[in-house]
Each structure stands twice: as structure tokens, then as C-alpha cells.
């Protein structure tokens, strides 16, 4: 089976920092998005952005750059949809997401979600951490908090995915509970899944990442 393709999930509009690219930002010696870039393409067939607007800003990458399908900012769904337009142009079955802002996660995300997906006709997984306390409950099904933009999808879904946008639908979690999704957890000592929303957070990495 050809391994699953990586899109990285960069559609969102920052306005905690202030708008831009938070990806774009430094961390280190390489921006947000290196880091995340280094992590993911060993792991997977072929890389793709996911961005609005123009793609020229991303050009030092070398990467494709998929702008959303559907008009209006619709979340994280909308990008996954354009990942699997991409895939099913490239002949692949599955995709995996990853968020943009998220220079941490893990560096074995995706061997972990196939195999979470292992039996399933249409494999369709999201990463999950345990719930602390003090975390709230609106992604959370059986102790575990949800991070709907790092996941496996499966390409034959996508125009379901799609009728479903164009309905209205909107929540991650209502689409994959739908499909009889799954998680994959991730209990790691240090939240593996830390992203970079405001300035605090970006200092925070920064302090993380050892500069």
C-alpha cells in the first residue's frame, strides 16, 4: 500500500497573534513550519501546505500549496478536503494532517495512527491525549482530548467530506464519530500536541525548543 501523504494544515488566520503566517514565525534557526516540515516528511509519501491566499510567501519551502475548496475559512475540515483532493491526484489512499503552529508533536505520529487504523475498510484516526482536570470536555470521548488536525484520512470518504461542508458541517469530531473514527493516544510526559497561538505560547516554544 503506498504510504500515506503529509498535509500540513496551515488555513487558519492567527488572529491571537495578531494575523499572519504563525508558521512563518522563528524558533531557533528555522521558522515554526521548518520544524514541523523536518518532523513530518520522513514519515510520509510527499508533503503539501494548506493555505490561503498567496502561496508565493511560502515559495522558500518547495512545497505545494493547497488553498481551501470551499470559501469562508471553514475550519480544519476544509483543509483536510483539499489533502485528499491532492492525494486522490497522486493515486494515494490516505492522508495524514498535522497543524502548522505545532513544532513538537511526535516523530513516530504517523506509524502510531495506522496502526491505531489497522482492520478499518476506511482508515480514519485522530491523535488523543489524556483529559486532565482542568481541560475541557467538548473534544473529549473516553478520557481522551481530540486534536482534530492531526489525524489519518481516508480518500474515499472525501466526497462525503465534501457534501458535508457544503452542508454546514463544521466540527471535526462530529464527521469522524460519524464514520466510526478512532484515536490514537498519545500519553507522552511533555503534551506532545503544544501549539503556538499567542505570544506567550511562541516564548514558551522558544523556552522548549532551548533558545
Request: overall charge negative; glycine content about 12%; charged content about 20%.
Amino acid at each position: 500500500m503506498m504510504p500515506p501523504l503529509g498535509v500540513i494544515l496551515a488555513g487558519g488566520q492567527a488572529t491571537r497573534m495578531g494575523g499572519g503566517d504563525k508558521g512563518l514565525l522563528p524558533l531557533g534557526d528555522r521558522s515554526i513550519l521548518r520544524h514541523v516540515i523536518d518532523r513530518l516528511a520522513p514519515q510520509v509519501g510527499a508533503l503539501a501546505l494548506n493555505a490561503n491566499g498567496d502561496p508565493a510567501r511560502f515559495a522558500a519551502l518547495g512545497l505545494p500549496v493547497l488553498a481551501d475548496p470551499i470559501e469562508g475559512y471553514a475550519g480544519p475540515l476544509v483543509g483536510v478536503l483539499a489533502g485528499l483532493d491532492w492525494a486522490a491526484e497522486k493515486g494515494a489512499e490516505t492522508i495524514v494532517t498535522v497543524a502548522a503552529d505545532t513544532p513538537f508533536f511526535p516523530c513516530d505520529l504517523v506509524p502510531r495512527l495506522m496502526l491505531a487504523a489497522e482492520g478499518m475498510a476506511h482508515p480514519l484516526v485522530l491523535a488523543a491525549t489524556p483529559r486532565g482536570e482542568e481541560e475541557t470536555k467538548s473534544m473529549s470521548r473516553g478520557g481522551l482530548i481530540r486534536h482534530p488536525t492531526f489525524g489519518l484520512w481516508p480518500v474515499a470518504l472525501r466526497d462525503d467530506l465534501r457534501g458535508a461542508l457544503v452542508s454546514g458541517l463544521r466540527k471535526v469530531v462530529i464527521w469522524t464519530d460519524r464514520h466510526g473514527g478512532r484515536e490514537a493516544v498519545f500519553d507522552d510526559a511533555h503534551d506532545p500536541f503544544f501549539n503556538v497561538n499567542t505570544p506567550e505560547d511562541l516564548a514558551e516554544a522558544r523556552k522548549r525548543a532551548g533558545v
